[in-house]
């Protein structure tokens, strides 16, 4: 069903009367389907489909309060004003090439992005890691460009730029709040855990006590792991998965891509960070990269043993973050 909905919407994206010759599902999508769309003169573009079946994530209460900074990034309204937040910015993002929100093409939210069929940041780093080196030159500009925008309200790009206001008190209360829903999350299956909760729990809202008010918030992408930038013909970073686009502290930002990419993280790093967040932000990120891939392995996410991987590796970091 999903090749004949995107054969018209291919026609008219891509248009020159071209025919829809194959449709390829790109791995690594979890909460929307990712499909290559090759057309029958080679030529290619990126369709993304937000469907219910396309989502391997158990559905939890909240997912659809937009109010919550954390509540997943899901539908074409959050990835276009995300795209155009980030274009505004000068950071290299897909070209859209059609959106279809009212169901001309397919009954589902769908958008046709301009294809980049080269390696990630990740595999570049693992394959060459001094032609990647450029890429992270340039992904380093591009962080100083969100950096640089402030609002003064946190929340999603999509919510806040259009006057809304989001859940809470601050980034910071966010984070705690979210740190023991993935606590209690995460101890409901294992009994690690389980058997560390209560120091955990002290540790967390020690860590939040610490930090002091702010008022400004910078563009974050939330989820930078060098799996959600590609590489394109020239060597420079695309941004991609920016539906999750929030204005927030930027130390949330820099906890993942420091995580993410341990040493080839060095050129991304900036001053004056403020080390209260970045060690609050470290131990719920921790924890949210336990209890998540937990979640996801209740449902039927392909990949097990690699999300198994990441639930294990980051609850053991997590435990380390607390006293003995």
């Known amino acids: 069903m999903a090749r004949e909905w995107l054969a018209g919407a291919a026609r008219a994206a891509l248009g020159g009367g071209r025919r829809l010759e194959a449709v390829e599902r790109v791995s690594g999508g979890s909460k929307k389907g990712v499909y290559r769309l090759v057309m029958d003169d080679a030529t290619t573009a990126i369709a993304y489909l937000w469907d219910d079946a396309e989502n391997y994530w158990p559905t939890a209460a909240g997912d659809d309060d937009l109010g919550d900074p954390f509540s997943p990034g899901l539908g074409l309204d ?34 046709i992005v301009e294809d980049l069929p080269g390696e990630n940041l990740e595999e570049l780093l693992a394959r060459d890691p001094r032609t990647a080196a450029h890429a992270l030159a340039r992904l380093a500009e591009s ?3 969100m950096r640089g925008h ?36 995460a101890a409901s299956r294992d009994p690690r855990v389980r058997g560390a909760r209560d120091r955990l729990e ?5 860590l939040a006590a610490a930090v ?18 590609l590489v394109d013909a020239d060597g420079n970073p695309v941004v991609i998965d920016i539906e999750g686009l929030m204005y927030f502290d930027v130390e949330w930002e820099h906890v993942f891509l420091r995580i993410r990419l341990h040493d080839a993280y060095r050129p991304l790093g900036v001053a004056g960070l403020d080390e209260d967040r970045l060690a609050l932000y470290l131990l719920a990120q921790r924890l949210s990269l336990t209890a998540g891939p937990l979640r996801l392995l209740d449902g039927d996410f392909p990949d097990r043993t690699f999300m198994a991987g990441i639930a294990e590796y980051n609850l053991k970091q997590a435990l380390e973050l607390i006293p003995a």
């Open 78 to 111: 959050l990835f276009q004003a995300a795209h155009a937040r980030l274009e505004a910015l000068g950071v290299r993002v897909p070209a859209i090439r059609l959106v279809d929100a009212d169901g001309a093409h397919c009954p589902a939210d769908l958008a």
């Open 150 to 185: 402030r609002a003064p309200a946190y929340g999603k790009v999509a919510v806040v730029d259009r006057g809304g206001t989001s859940r809470g008190t601050s980034c910071e209360a966010v984070v705690l709040d979210r740190a023991l829903r993935d606590l209690a999350e």
């Open 143 to 145: 962080l100083e460009a």
């Open 202 to 206: 002290e540790r967390l809202r020690e």
């Open 212 to 229: 002091r008010p702010r008022g400004e918030y910078a563009v974050v992408h939330g989820e930078l792991g060098p799996d959600h930038v």
